[in-house]
């Protein structure tokens, strides 16, 4: 929810300044993620303002996942499209 929360906020600014239609933005995010279940680095790929990128990698900092033996890295893809009103 919070990285779509990132995009809305991002889609909110751009269609406040008058832009014609926000685009869809896809993304590639890669997590590396410490032992212990911290990320210790996140990054994204793709054609996106980087606000939004800043945003969500500020996010993904903050994500913890189960602790484990070793460090993994997470490699999805994020896709998000403007929702259309009243079509």
């Known amino acids: 929810p919070q990285l779509q929360r990132c995009y809305q906020q991002i889609l909110a600014a751009e269609l406040v300044a008058g832009s014609a239609a926000p685009p869809a933005v896809s993304l590639e995010i890669t997590l590396t993620v410490a032992p212990n279940g911290e990320v210790r680095e996140a990054t994204i790929t793709g ?20 602790s484990t033996n070793e460090a993994a890295e997470l490699n999805f893809p994020v896709v998000f499209q403007p929702s259309v009103v009243g079509r």
């Open 47 to 66: 054609d996106a303002p980087s606000k939004l990128t800043s945003c969500m990698r500020d996010h993904l900092r903050t994500v913890v996942f189960r």
